[in-house]
């Protein structure tokens, strides 16, 4: 299952929100946060904050813990550049572009969870194909038996009778 947030147009570069970004990607969500609050970069505040939203959509969606949550995708986008002008000198102005970044990010669940999961549902088919088997078995055990008792009779198969007359070659047609 995955979860997924995204963050829009943060006015910080997106060169500079790359270097906080590959710091968490991979992690699990409680490291991620960890690092991000040790990290001295403007950008860990948001992507500390688009990771918290994230983990809150999986929480409402499928109820699922902080703990069973890892940071599989997460990846920085350029945004709209803002275009300033500084004058300089004999009258030339030089353009400042402003960027701005677009950061999308996707959980999803522990390896071990996963493994845990398939385990499960692994054994609830194999419970559930063992208690249709004991249904069919006793239903159709009970009718068998009274059939068996009250109807059936024992007879001898009967030999083949054989005779010559049946027997005919054809000829020239």
Avoid: C
Wanted: net charge positive; glycine share 2%; charged share 35%.
């Amino acid at each position: 299952m995955e979860w997924n947030a995204t963050l829009k147009n943060l006015r910080i570069s997106p060169r500079k929100t790359r270097l906080v970004v590959d710091a968490v990607r991979g992690k699990s969500v409680r490291e991620a946060i960890l690092i991000l609050d040790t990290v001295y970069k403007k950008s860990s505040l948001p992507v500390k904050k688009l990771i918290q939203s994230a983990v809150a959509n999986a929480k409402k969606q499928d109820s699922v813990l902080e703990s069973q949550l890892k940071i599989d995708k997460i990846f920085v986008d350029a945004g709209m550049t803002l275009k300033r002008f500084r004058p300089r000198a004999f009258g030339r102005a030089y353009t400042i572009r402003k960027r701005s970044s677009h950061i999308s990010l996707t959980l999803t669940e522990l390896d071990i969870v996963k493994k845990r999961k398939l385990k499960t549902e692994k054994t609830e088919e194999k419970v559930v194909k063992e208690v249709v088997a004991t249904k069919s078995e006793t239903k159709s055990s009970k009718p068998k038996a009274t059939v068996a008792k009250s109807t059936k009779k024992t007879t001898v198969p009967k030999k083949a009778v054989t005779s010559k007359a049946t027997k005919k070659t054809v000829s020239d047609k």
